[in-house]
């Protein structure tokens, strides 16, 4: 399982964990009388996951569509002056290796030069 899948799946445990505790927070406050609440009990347990899961899945989507941008902006601005200032070629050829790198995927002229 992937480090994405992961935390999908620890958002999604924590939307059951505040279902949970919505659910019992609801019945408490009703004294065991859920007919004076004004909504259903799980309807209280499901807001409250709601309210916890969605905002945390939105920022995860969002982070998973800018990553890459980002992390490729952040490593342009730390490259030293005399890498920055190569042609459009090389300083894509450099940015692609520079990638493969972070993913242990070296070609052998990296490993060479390691």
Request: charged share 15%; proline share 8%.
């Amino acid at each position: 399982m992937t480090a994405s899948w992961s935390l999908v799946a620890c958002i999604l445990a924590g939307m059951a964990l505040a279902y949970t505790v919505g659910l019992r927070r609801s019945l408490a406050v009703a004294g065991g009388a859920p007919r004076s609440l004004h909504s259903l009990p799980e309807h209280h347990g499901v807001l409250l996951a709601l309210w916890c899961g969605v905002p945390a899945l939105a920022v995860f989507a969002l982070w998973s569509v800018l990553e890459r941008p980002v992390l490729h902006l952040l490593l342009e601005r730390e490259l030293p002056p005399a890498l920055r200032d190569l042609s459009p070629g090389a300083h894509s050829l450099l940015m692609n290796e520079l990638t493969r790198a972070t993913g242990s995927e070296l070609s052998p002229p990296v490993r060479e030069a390691a």
